[in-house]
């Protein structure tokens, strides 16, 4: 069972003034599966909390899995890719394109998202979009290779090939 980490960036959910449905979402279909989440915050849309967010997660609390939700469209207030991108020791494009991908053919909007993914370490950091519905869409759309991909990065599976 992987350990996964909830970071939801969001200013007006940081005081309190917005619930967290993304976050909700993400645990909700998260523990369906081999996860277990450890640990659930909300920031401000802030880049140095949001790194610091990922790093603690990471590097303290040995956390397998960070998954975030909001601060990935085009407001001057949203900063989680680039905060993301300052920490991962490599990128995972195939994990953010894919998902963007998917989206498209649900909405052109998909085209907005500038969600990243990585890795830092040991464990897998990825950018979710903010909204509830999105968050479901794109989460349910790549647990198979999730969970594989997991395997991979902490050695309890060598293979990608499919028989």
Not at 123 to 143: D, F, H
């Amino acid at each position: 069972m992987y350990t996964v980490g909830i970071i939801t960036a969001s200013d007006k959910g940081s005081q309190g003034k917005r619930e967290d449905l993304s976050g909700q979402t993400i645990k909700e279909i998260i523990e369906k599966e081999n996860y277990k989440v450890t640990e659930y915050i909300i920031v401000p849309d802030e880049k140095e909390e949001i790194k610091n967010a990922i790093i603690d997660m990471v590097d303290n609390k040995s956390i397998d899995l960070v998954l975030t939700t909001g601060g990935t469209g085009f407001s001057k207030r949203d900063v989680t890719p680039e905060a993301t991108k300052e920490v991962i020791d490599k990128e995972t494009p195939g994990i953010s394109e894919g998902i963007r991908n998917f989206s498209f053919k649900i909405t052109p909007k998909a085209m907005l998202s500038r969600a990243t993914s990585g890795i830092r370490k040991n464990s897998l950091i990825i950018n979710m979009p903010g909204s509830p519905k999105a968050v479901r869409e794109s989460l349910e759309y790549i647990l198979k290779a999730l969970s594989h991909g997991m395997d991979i990065l902490k050695g309890n599976d060598s293979e990608c090939a499919e028989d």
